[in-house]
């Protein structure tokens, strides 16, 4: 199955197919215990889609948005990490999110007021009727170094609730956080000779939007 790439601003939807997700799948490096969200109908439901590749066809637990069909789910990981697609089990009929916004590196969660202010890397158009596991593959260059998303699903079919049951990631592991912070650290005597830090993959990140 093969979809039309799009930008961030197109209605058309991105996906492919799933052959060798379980080779790259990034569960090991997600911070499980510190995935949270905002407006979720059970908060301590956050964690329950972030799930292990054997058990994504699991439907006994998902996470339910509250007071309308928005949610926010932030997801930090353990390492520092390249992403190149995510990984989506939608719910179905009524309760089928369209869209999705992604924010990555902001080390608290995006919420409603940020993203109404705060450019996404990518925006997707979500696949609806699918029973199963959904491929989104990413624009490489801007989720290069990436240590937490914010994803932002809105525009249940319904109109009312979204419902996702399984979130996961494809991509490679950069370095471990420590070891990033570590090569930031300057000693005292040689501060005055120190380099200031290189934000070009950064800014980079930043300006990029549009999905391969």
């Not at 790439?5 to 052959?19: T, Y």
């Not at 937490?148 to 399984?166: A, D």
């Not at 200031?196 to 800014?203: A, F, T």
């Amino acid at each position: 199955m093969s979809f039309q790439a799009n930008n961030s601003d197109s209605s058309n939807s991105v996906a492919s197919s799933l052959s060798g997700s379980e080779l790259a799948n990034l569960y090991s490096v997600i911070d499980k215990d510190n995935v949270h969200g905002l407006n979720l109908a059970v908060p301590e439901n956050a964690k329950e889609v972030i799930k292990p590749w054997d058990l994504r066809d699991d439907n006994t637990k998902f996470v339910e948005s509250g007071v309308d069909d928005q949610l926010i789910l932030h997801i930090p990981f353990t390492q520092i990490v390249r992403l190149k697609s995510v990984l989506l089990k939608l719910g179905r009929g009524e309760v089928t999110p369209r869209h999705l916004r992604i924010y990555a590196n902001h080390p608290n969660i995006v919420d409603f007021a940020d993203a109404e202010t705060t450019k996404p890397q990518l925006n997707i158009s979500l696949l609806e009727g699918e029973t199963g596991v959904v491929e989104y593959p990413l624009r490489v260059a801007a989720f290069t170094s990436v240590t937490s998303l914010s994803l932002f699903f809105s525009e249940s079919v319904g109109g009312e609730i979204s419902q996702i049951y399984y979130i996961g990631f494809k991509g490679d592991m950069r370095s471990t956080q420590k070891e990033a912070n570590s090569k930031l650290e300057v000693p005292a005597s040689n501060a005055a000779d120190a380099p200031l830090v290189d934000r070009v993959s950064e800014k980079t990140a930043g300006q990029q939007t549009t999905a391969r």
